[in-house]
């Protein structure tokens, strides 16, 4: 695998919302890059459009214009289908808030996606053991979300979006709900998923810290995106 592959490009993108009797227009041409095993931080004021552009890199919204390319898929050429399932095997989510399930244990909430896609549970344990090992939470796998800590929630939403092995993890504001000593937390855990699974990560972060783990932050402003 080359270190300076592209693995995802936004292409001029635009997107624009219907805001009572006028339009919005949040993405006036934006074009970004990630290189195979790098972080890139995205970077903005409040309502700038950073969770829209997450969307879109995700593949969770379409654009009004433009094109996403991950390596030689144009991935909105394919139909609804085709675009869920290559989502599903391809991109991990990871948002502000966990979203766990809390009537589910920890390792249960990980491997969630596998048993939505008729998995057998015998089948996929070990691999949720493994990644929960990684995040740090093997001890607290047979604990419910509210017996968790708002971190340790937050490391099984990273947990469950690596369960498929995904190309990108894409991170939206993934420390904002988090007191001081978690968002470090989080921030190191992100830091090493990126050397160790040499994993390409983007993330959208209010936070400068995390930023500044990046090795590539585009600044969003006025509908444009502009790397410093």
């Not at 195979?36 to 969307?55: D, P």
């Not at 001890?139 to 937050?154: F, M, N």
């Amino acid at each position: 695998m080359k270190k300076n592959e592209v693995i995802l490009e936004g292409t001029d993108l635009h997107r624009s919302f219907q805001t009572g009797a006028e339009r919005l227009h949040v993405l006036k041409g934006v074009s970004l890059r990630a290189y195979r095993g790098e972080i890139v931080a995205v970077i903005g004021a409040s309502g700038v459009g950073k969770s829209t552009l997450l969307h879109i890199l995700g593949a969770l919204d379409r654009p009004d214009k433009g094109k996403v390319s991950l390596k030689t898929t144009d991935i909105f050429s394919l139909d609804e289908r085709e675009l869920a399932h290559f989502r599903n095997r391809t991109i991990g989510f990871v948002f502000q808030f966990h979203h766990l399930l809390p009537e589910f244990t920890a390792l249960e909430n990980v491997i969630m996606p596998r048993l939505i896609a008729g998995e057998e549970i015998k089948s996929i344990r070990k691999k949720g053991e493994e990644i929960l090992g990684e995040v740090g939470l093997m001890e607290r796998k047979d604990h419910r979300p509210g017996e968790l800590s708002g971190g340790e929630q937050q490391r099984v939403a990273v947990a469950r979006a690596l369960i498929n092995d995904p190309q990108i993890l894409v991170a939206d504001e993934p420390s904002g709900n988090l007191d001081k000593e978690n968002k470090e937390n989080l921030h190191q855990l992100f830091t090493e998923l990126n050397e160790k699974r040499n994993q390409t990560i983007i993330l959208a972060t209010h936070n400068q810290e995390l930023a500044q783990r990046a090795q590539r932050i585009y600044r969003l402003k006025d509908g444009k995106a502009e790397v410093i």
